[in-house]
């Protein structure tokens, strides 16, 4: 489906990232802060099967050209669900067929089954963002006219691009995840200070309790980490998902091998040893890093340890994080154990536009109610963090 909306660009929807340059693509993703919109970790989501019509994810990629040069992009699926996608919003779907209307399939913008802060429309340095956006957002409502898609959502989307895209008729809903922030912290004692001296011993004490265990934790970044070790984390992240969440194995054993000779200068392994044996892991959490942003994305282990968890997930990624100087830990989703363990909520968004006038009145009417009730449990999670009087600052975007 090719469209011209002036002369000087081409509109193309590409069903594979394969079909994309390489180079092309990362000239624009890669000055982001966010490592989930190269090319490469895209690439590996669809060419490993994890990310496919077959499990409801069908890539339709928006691409804007200029001759043969890329000069705007954005990763987006024709989803029949709402697996994998971590913003909740089967409420709006049952009202949805309530009144009548299909609410599937939708088109959505997101780095599939990657609930981190960062999506936005790729575009080339000096290119014009607001004329851009337009073309792309007229471009999306041609697709999802011609093909009956119910609307268009862009999920943890880029809080400095959120207003480009809300200037283009999309609506805002807030949501919270649960984020460290590096607040000037000098060591992992340091960052120890900001909590109550209750809070403080137990944190020791869950330290401790891995080192009693027998248990010693190696970080591993880069080359550092054996091409062995990747299957391996497959097999730590299916064990978590069979054991505490159902349904939602959305990445295959191929994913995680085809990380090794593509993708490794980006993954921390933080991966726990018994003392006997220091060649295979007994759990292991894994991160992505890029500057001086860490997340945390999956984690399992083989038999339990009593505080495996919080070491190999907050602990030792926070106390990594502050010898490089990373400056923010998206741990990942989920919030149970993260805010008594210095991670407090912090709001993201998404953005929503509806083709049915009936449903999208509806949306723009309660949106806003939502959203200050959504705010109002940030501020609430956020005045129960065990902290001293110290001061905290969180960057909570309006």
Not at 66 to 82: E, F, N, T
Not at 184 to 205: H, T, W
Not at 313 to 325: K, V
Not at 370 to 385: G, T
């Given at each position: 489906?090719?469209?011209?909306p002036?002369?000087?660009y081409?509109?193309?929807?590409v069903n594979?990232m394969?079909?994309?340059?390489?180079?092309?693509?990362?000239?624009?993703?890669?000055?982001?802060k966010?490592?989930?919109?190269?090319?490469?970790?895209?690439?590996?989501i669809?060419?490993?099967?994890?990310a496919?019509?077959?499990?409801?994810?069908?890539p339709?990629?928006?691409?804007v050209?200029?001759?043969?040069q890329?000069i705007a992009a954005?990763?987006?699926?024709?989803k029949?669900?709402?697996?994998?996608?971590?913003?909740?919003?089967?409420?709006?779907a049952?009202?949805?067929y309530?009144?009548?209307?299909?609410?599937?399939?939708?088109?959505?913008?997101?780095t599939?089954?990657?609930?981190?802060?960062?999506?936005?429309?790729?575009m080339?340095p000096g290119?014009?963002?607001d004329?851009?956006?337009?073309?792309?957002?007229?471009a999306?409502d041609?697709?999802?006219?011609?093909?009956?898609?119910s609307?268009?959502?862009?999920l943890?989307?880029?809080?400095?691009w959120?207003p480009?895209?809300?200037r283009?008729g999309?609506k805002?809903w807030l949501h919270?995840?649960y984020i460290?922030q590096?607040?000037?912290?000098?060591?992992?004692?340091?960052?120890?200070k900001v909590?109550n001296?209750?809070q403080?011993?137990n944190?020791k004490?869950?330290r401790?309790?891995?080192?009693k265990?027998?248990?010693?934790?190696?970080i591993?970044?880069?080359?550092?980490?054996?091409?062995?070790?990747?299957?391996?984390?497959?097999?730590?992240?299916?064990?978590?998902?069979?054991?505490?969440?159902w349904?939602?194995?959305y990445?295959?054993?191929?994913?995680?091998?085809q990380?090794?000779?593509?993708?490794?200068?980006r993954v921390?392994l933080?991966?726990?040893?018994?003392?006997?044996?220091?060649?295979?892991?007994?759990g292991?959490?894994?991160?992505?890093?890029k500057?001086?942003?860490?997340?945390?994305?999956?984690w399992?282990?083989f038999?339990?340890?009593?505080?495996?968890?919080?070491?190999?997930c907050?602990?030792?990624?926070?106390?990594w994080a502050i010898?490089?100087?990373?400056?923010m830990f998206?741990p990942g989703?989920?919030?149970?154990h993260?805010?008594r363990r210095?991670?407090?909520?912090t709001a993201?968004?998404?953005?929503?536009r509806?083709?049915?006038?009936r449903?999208?009145?509806?949306?723009?009417?309660y949106i806003?109610?939502?959203?200050?009730?959504?705010?109002?449990?940030?501020e609430a999670?956020?005045?129960?963090?065990?902290?001293?009087?110290?001061e905290?600052?969180?960057?909570?975007?309006?």
């Amino acid at each position: 489906m090719v469209q011209q909306p002036k002369l000087d660009y081409s509109v193309i929807w590409v069903n594979r990232m394969a079909d994309i340059p390489q180079s092309a693509w990362d000239d624009l993703a890669q000055p982001l802060k966010t490592p989930f919109l190269e090319w490469d970790w895209l690439n590996n989501i669809e060419t490993s099967g994890s990310a496919t019509a077959k499990t409801g994810w069908l890539p339709n990629h928006l691409t804007v050209w200029r001759d043969r040069q890329l000069i705007a992009a954005a990763p987006m699926y024709v989803k029949g669900h709402s697996y994998g996608e971590f913003v909740f919003d089967q409420q709006w779907a049952d009202l949805s067929y309530r009144l009548g209307i299909s609410y599937y399939p939708k088109l959505l913008g997101m780095t599939p089954f990657t609930p981190a802060v960062g999506y936005r429309f790729l575009m080339a340095p000096g290119e014009d963002e607001d004329e851009l956006t337009q073309i792309m957002v007229s471009a999306i409502d041609h697709f999802c006219d011609r093909n009956h898609l119910s609307g268009c959502h862009f999920l943890f989307v880029d809080p400095d691009w959120r207003p480009v895209i809300e200037r283009n008729g999309f609506k805002g809903w807030l949501h919270h995840s649960y984020i460290w922030q590096n607040q000037g912290f000098s060591s992992f004692e340091d960052y120890l200070k900001v909590f109550n001296a209750n809070q403080r011993r137990n944190i020791k004490r869950e330290r401790k309790a891995v080192a009693k265990a027998g248990l010693t934790l190696k970080i591993l970044t880069g080359d550092e980490i054996q091409k062995s070790l990747f299957p391996l984390i497959y097999s730590f992240y299916s064990s978590t998902c069979d054991k505490f969440m159902w349904g939602s194995k959305y990445l295959t054993r191929q994913f995680f091998k085809q990380l090794y000779p593509n993708y490794r200068q980006r993954v921390v392994l933080m991966a726990a040893y018994r003392e006997e044996d220091d060649q295979k892991p007994v759990g292991m959490s894994f991160c992505i890093n890029k500057g001086n942003h860490l997340y945390g994305r999956y984690w399992g282990c083989f038999q339990e340890f009593d505080c495996l968890h919080f070491e190999a997930c907050y602990y030792a990624p926070i106390e990594w994080a502050i010898d490089q100087g990373i400056t923010m830990f998206d741990p990942g989703a989920g919030g149970r154990h993260k805010k008594r363990r210095g991670f407090p909520a912090t709001a993201n968004h998404s953005v929503h536009r509806f083709y049915d006038k009936r449903f999208d009145r509806i949306f723009q009417n309660y949106i806003d109610e939502v959203n200050v009730m959504e705010l109002q449990e940030i501020e609430a999670i956020n005045q129960d963090l065990p902290f001293t009087k110290r001061e905290i600052t969180f960057e909570i975007p309006d």
